[in-house]
Each structure stands twice: as structure tokens, then as C-alpha cells.
């Protein structure tokens, strides 16, 4: 069927996948069109959210220090075991860093949300940071609090993410995550890859990495020149705006 289509439209563009456009074209034979990240004409808002956000966490945000924060957020369909989610917690309480921790509603295996938490686990969380059921997430990264993200890395998470220049721990959970986490670590550079290491201590050593050490200091410098790059695009004269309106012409000659 992509074969016989008019064109291919991607939610990306150049500056984030050139040589995958050019082989797309190649393959295909067919005008591709690469007009994202595509939130940076429509911002969601709370109204087309899957969940109820809450909105206290950018107060509590506001109330942090600049890039402090690392953001959690494995998604809205990505499960896991409760045995991965506790060395999650685990792992976030034994960082010292501060965190905002988004466990969506049964997204852990056989359990409604936080009834996991040991009385001492949950009060040692609460010291350092704060656990939503949902968040308002665009603005969530846009905020001067945030420092990292923890990610399954679906599509729209990691361009939201590079946007806002908010550099990653990668744990992808399948299909084309897996792919997102690699390019999020060894194509770009601007994040961690922890494929299968939900396990004691990964997580903790990426998070102290990502946040603290001079790796994560160059990875940020890193996702800053990716972050200014991708900004162009969207802007006039940019890829995605010369691709949108190409791709207006298209329509017009079909």
C-alpha cells in the first residue's frame, strides 16, 4: 500500500532524520513529506489529554531549582512488572535527586497505582519528590525546573523532549521505541539508553549521570545544539515549513 500511495508524510524532519528521509525517498519513489514535530503549531491542551492532568505539579515545579528535576514518564500505554516499578522507586529514592514521577493507573501489572509503597519507601519518595497520576507534559518540559527525562521513548515523548531541550534516559518498552531509544543515544547523542535494566542500581547510576555528572553535562550541551536546530525548522524559512507548504502544492496537483 506505500508503495501506491501519493506520498509519505512523517511527524519529524532533516534536522532529526536526514539520511532516513533521503532512504525513504530512495525505497519508495514517492514525495516524503517530514512536517514535525508537529506540537509546535498545535500545543495540547488539558481538553485532548487521555487523563485527567494534574496540574499541581508545575506549582510544586515552581519551587524547584532550575534543571534539578528529572521528569518520569514511561507513557500512556507502556506496562510494567511490580517488580520493575519498585526498583524504579527504589532507584529514584537511593539518586537524591529531585523527581516528578507520573505512574499512570494501571500501567503496573496487577495493581491499581501506589499501594506498592512500603510506609518507608513512599515516605522516603516524598522527600524528593512528588508522584501524579498525569500530567500536563509539553509543559512539564517546557519548565526551567526540569533537567532530565526518564522515557519509554515513544515518538511524539522524544520530539517533545528535544524541543524543549531536555536531555534522556531511555527505556523503551517495544516496537518502534526501541528504535527512538537508539537514535536518542548513539545517533544524537543527547541521552541514555537502558534497554532491559529495570534492575537495582541502573536506573540510579543514569539518573546520577544524566544530572550531576560531566557526562550529563555534555549531553546537554549536545541536546541544546539539537534543540536549536530542530526550533529552525518550524520557523520561517525552516525544513518543516518549506515541506508543509510542498506538501500544500501536492494536494493542489493531485
Request: aromatic share 8%; with cysteine; proline share 3%.
Amino acid at each position: 500500500m506505500t508503495m501506491r500511495s501519493s506520498g509519505l508524510i512523517f511527524i519529524s524532519c532533516e534536522e532529526v532524520e536526514k539520511d532516513s528521509l533521503t532512504l525513504s525517498k530512495d525505497i519508495f519513489n514517492v514525495p516524503v513529506f517530514a512536517i514535525g514535530p508537529f506540537h509546535s503549531y498545535f500545543p495540547a491542551s488539558s481538553s485532548s489529554s487521555l487523563y485527567k492532568q494534574d496540574e499541581t505539579c508545575l506549582h510544586w515545579l515552581d519551587n524547584q531549582e532550575d534543571k534539578s528535576v528529572l521528569y518520569v514518564s514511561l507513557g500512556s500505554v507502556v506496562n510494567i512488572t511490580k517488580t520493575e516499578f519498585l526498583e524504579i522507586a527504589w532507584d529514584l529514592s537511593n539518586s537524591k535527586q529531585r523527581f516528578l514521577w507520573v505512574v499512570r493507573p494501571g500501567s503496573v501489572l496487577g495493581s491499581e497505582w501506589n499501594e506498592l509503597f512500603s510506609e518507608g519507601l513512599l515516605r522516603s519518595l516524598e522527600e524528593k519528590g512528588k508522584i501524579v497520576k498525569w500530567s500536563p507534559q509539553q509543559e512539564v518540559l517546557a519548565h526551567r525546573a526540569v533537567g532530565g527525562f526518564v522515557t519509554h521513548n515513544g515518538w511524539n515523548s522524544t520530539l517533545e523532549s528535544i524541543c524543549e531541550g531536555v536531555p534522556m534516559i531511555c527505556l523503551p518498552g517495544g516496537g518502534d521505541q526501541m528504535v527512538n531509544a537508539r537514535f536518542v543515544s548513539d545517533v544524537w547523542r543527547v541521552g541514555i539508553h537502558l534497554e532491559g535494566k529495570i534492575e537495582r542500581k541502573e536506573i540510579e547510576k543514569a539518573v546520577r549521570m544524566l544530572m550531576v555528572e560531566s557526562e550529563g553535562k555534555r549531553i546537554r550541551e549536545r541536546m541544546n545544539v539539537l534543540k536549536d536546530e530542530v526550533g529552525r525548522s518550524v520557523k520561517d524559512g525552516g525544513s518543516s515549513l518549506r515541506s508543509i507548504e510542498t506538501l500544500m502544492n501536492h494536494i493542489r496537483s493531485l
